[in-house]
């Protein structure tokens, strides 16, 4: 099993960009399907993206499209998201998650990594 830890979350004002990176432990990281999630205060978590590694196939949330980029490098078992055109809304602790390949169920969670966008 792999463990995830996310950093590059802070503080960006509407419209700007950032970028975020989840770096994993473990040999196994090429074997995960890997993806997104965001939870913003008094709101359930949500989907935002996901990188199966079955073909190299991203999924994103509607509101995202467009605007975020998820993005894996396995050669430093690193996933990233690329967020850019930032709005209020999207302020949230953004979570990391690892996936069985072709699974719909996380089997691994990060510790999370805020973000705030100011308006």
């Known amino acids: 099993q792999v463990q995830l830890v996310e950093s590059g979350g802070g503080l960006v004002q509407a419209g700007g960009s950032l970028k975020l990176s989840c770096a994993a432990s473990?040999?196994?990281?090429?074997?995960?399907?890997m993806g997104w999630f965001r939870q913003a205060p008094g709101k359930e978590r949500e989907f935002v993206a996901t990188?199966?590694?079955?073909?190299?196939?991203?999924y994103y949330a509607d509101s995202m499209k467009g605007r975020f980029t998820i993005a894996r490098d396995n050669a430093k078992n690193t996933v990233y998201l690329q967020m850019s055109s930032l709005k209020p809304e999207d302020t949230a602790v953004y979570y990391c998650?690892?996936?069985?390949?072709?699974?719909?169920?996380?089997?691994?969670w990060g510790q999370g990594t805020r973000v705030t966008v100011s308006s």
């Open positions: 998650a690892a996936f069985p390949p072709g699974a719909a169920q996380v089997e691994v």
């Open positions: 990188f199966r590694r079955r073909g190299a196939v991203t």
């Open positions: 473990g040999r196994t990281f090429s074997n995960y399907d």
